[in-house]
Nanobody, 120 residues
């Protein structure tokens, strides 16, 4: 299962960006999807996750400012980021976990990453 991200870029502090991530492949079902980020010199961290039922979890640092959502019919997850801060600067990665019916195996897939830079 492949994940393709879009929506990163350069934004000023206080601005907004919306990231998208679409899953594609043969025949599969997606359970949890999420966004992670990795800043230079730091470990990758979880930003937000969402289950197929719509339950969400957020890192304390992004609560209230970020909103994760998904379109199950399109196997797509979104991350709406508002009130962005310089410390949100990082490469953002999409993640999906589910079951691939063609290979009969569960899967964990990662996107290629999209750069988000918050700077004036």
């Amino acid at each position: 299962v492949q994940l393709v991200e879009s929506g990163g870029g350069l934004v000023q502090p206080g601005g907004s960006l919306r990231l998208s991530c679409a899953a594609s492949g043969s025949i599969f079902s997606v359970n949890a999807m999420g966004w992670y980020r990795q800043a230079p010199g730091k470990q990758r961290e979880s930003v937000a996750t969402i289950t197929s039922g719509g339950s969400t979890r957020y890192a304390d640092s992004v609560k209230v400012r970020f909103t994760i959502s998904r379109d199950n019919a399109k196997n797509t997850v979104y991350l709406q980021m508002n009130s962005l801060k310089p410390e949100d600067t990082a490469v953002y990665y999409c993640n999906a976990e589910g079951y691939d019916y063609s290979s009969r195996h569960s899967f964990v897939s990662w996107g290629q990453g999209t750069q988000v830079t918050v700077s004036s």
